[in-house]
């Protein structure tokens, strides 16, 4: 089934190209559904480029999906126009008041300062403590999971002495899982951070489970039923390129491992994490869609 996103919202132009379905509002009303009503908390600072990422994903379930873009309410992006969020954003405390059957807050360039002395940490906080009460399940991302962790569970973030950036295989430990199913045992995840979170830090008794982790590069998926959340710690949302990107706009400061052909930057990446980014995200909408309320009213209200 299509992802319902704004007509003029960019990323409509590369999912169409890209043999993505999106639907029109005309189109959706005629559909005798309920779609599933989607939040996307967007820290990050190319706001069009994940808007294009999760949406692909999204688009990619076999359920009508509607996409709401919402940002921090006081923090002004200076890499996004203005005019791109005033016509897609709507701030957090303009919407607080629905009530959404999924959120998905992303990362953040944030993983070297304190949770703290991040600008909008307050706020952020008081959007984690309301998806409890106006959010059916929340997918955290990145830093966004380091955040939720923290806030819910009080987990800390560890420094790393270099950049994990690279792709890394990750072991499957929880086939069983909804999150989990049709995973093989080992697949592939992009990494890019600053910080970690250890297994050994996650509290005993609050139900947290490790769902996939590296050999390498650590913790990557943590269920969090108490919260109706999952935590991923990486980036299956990634496309091919975004690590190179990432390597050229960091003035080659590290080399990613396991991504670059013969580690030579100037071949071309293979994408081995594709198929694995659509089905945790399929996983998710349909876990979602199965334990939702159906009248959006009703969400968190028994």
Known sequence: MPIRIADSLPARRTLEAEGVIVM????????????????????????????????????????????SLVRISDHVSKTTSAGHLAEFYAPWQDVQDQRYDGLIITGAPVEQIGFEDVTYWNELRRILDWSQSHVHRTFTLCWGAMAA?????????????????????????????????????????????WSEVRAADLPDGRGLAVLAQSGESGVCLID?????????????????LTLAHEYARDAASYLPRHYFPDDD???????????????????????????????????CQR
């Open 24 to 67: 029109s509002e005309t189109e959706a009303a005629r559909q005798d559904i309920r779609p599933l009503h989607i939040a996307l908390l967007n820290l990050m600072p190319d706001k069009i480029t994940t808007e294009t990422q999760i949406s692909r994903l999204l688009g990619a379930t076999p359920l009508q999906i509607e996409l």
């Open 149 to 193: 962790l923290q806030h819910f569970h009080g987990v800390p973030k560890h420094a790393l002495a270099e950049k994990a950036s690279g792709v890394f295989a990750h072991d499957n430990l929880a086939p069983a899982s909804p999150w989990m199913r049709g995973l093989p045992d080992v697949f592939d995840v992009p990494v890019s951070r």
């Open 224 to 240: 969090d039923p108490a919260h109706r959340a999952v935590h991923m710690l990486n980036h299956l949302e990634y496309d091919t």
């Open 265 to 299: 930057p100037a071949a071309v990446p293979r994408n081995t994490w594709r198929g694995a980014g659509h089905l945790l995200f399929a996983n998710w909408i349909n876990e979602t869609y199965q334990t939702t309320s159906f009248d959006r009213d009703a969400i």
